[in-house]
T-cell receptor
Framework: DAMVIQNPRYQVTQFGKPVTLSCSQTLNHNVMYWYQQKSSQAPKLLFHYYDKDFNNEADTPDNFQSRRPNTSFCFLDIRSPGLGDAAMYLC?????????????FGDGTRLSIL | AQKITQTQPGMFVQEKEAVTLDCTYDTSDPSYGLFWYKQPSSGEMIFLIYQGSYDQQNATEGRYSLNFQKARKSANLVISASQLGDSAMYFCAMRDLNTGTASKLTFGTGTRLQVTL
């Protein structure tokens, strides 16, 4: 089945140690998104790619970076994770940026910081 | 700025009964889209239903329907014939073209639904 796949489901890293979360999609969608969801809160958009065009949200910390080497893959890099970065990270895709296009989410990666 | 409000942090419903989850929104844009997502405890976000601001009829998808009242700026989700598997967190979300990017989904704080026997 076509889907959005996030690896790993659970990631533990040390304070200040760089970590990369991965997302792949078989939907051939043009747009890929990264959301951060802290416990008992709504998801918050960090950034998105439309094809190769990167769009950062104004309030996304510089500590968070992203790469999209091809249509299928997108990575979230956290350069120096702090305790406040512990959260669920959700990857999503949509075919286009159109208003009515639903975003299809992966299962998420739950990041813990030691 | 756009805003989504879900006033019910938690709801209980008996199996086979219908339940309404409330969602109100605020936007100055006449053109917008409203979405409902389900998030089970396992974490994935599952798209349920979509309503466009210019759609004349309320959206329906199987047991899900959206009670869209544009003048009141509400987009309540109705789940009919609740099942135990419906127990989850439910998020209302909106996409507003005035945000500067047509991609951004703004989510409400969610309603946790518990279906009981």
């Amino acid at each position: 089945d076509a889907m959005v796949i996030q690896n790993p489901r659970y990631q533990v890293t040390q304070f200040g140690k760089p970590v990369t979360l991965s997302c792949s999609q078989t939907l051939n969608h043009n747009v890929m998104y990264w959301y951060q969801q802290k416990s008992s809160q709504a998801p918050k958009l960090l950034f998105h790619y439309y094809d190769k065009d990167f769009n950062n949200e104004a309030d996304t910390p510089d500590n968070f970076q992203s790469r999209r080497p091809n249509t299928s893959f997108c990575f979230l890099d956290i350069r120096s994770p702090g305790l406040g970065d512990a959260a669920m990270y959700l990857c999503a895709t949509s075919r286009q940026l159109g208003q009515g296009q639903p975003q299809h989410f992966g299962d998420g990666t739950r990041l813990s910081i030691l | 700025a756009q805003k989504i409000t879900q006033t019910q942090p938690g709801m209980f419903v008996q199996e086979k009964e219908a339940v309404t989850l409330d969602c109100t929104y605020d936007t100055s844009d006449p053109s917008y889209g409203l979405f409902w997502y389900k998030q089970p405890s396992s974490g994935e976000m599952i798209f349920l239903i979509y309503q466009g601001s210019y759609d004349q009829q309320n959206a329906t998808e199987g047991r899900y329907s959206l009670n869209f009242q544009k003048a009141r700026k509400s987009a309540n989700l109705v789940i009919s014939a609740s099942q135990l598997g419906d127990s989850a967190m439910y998020f209302c979300a909106m996409r507003d073209l005035n945000t500067g990017t047509a991609s951004k989904l703004t989510f409400g704080t969610g309603t946790r639904l518990q279906v009981t026997l």
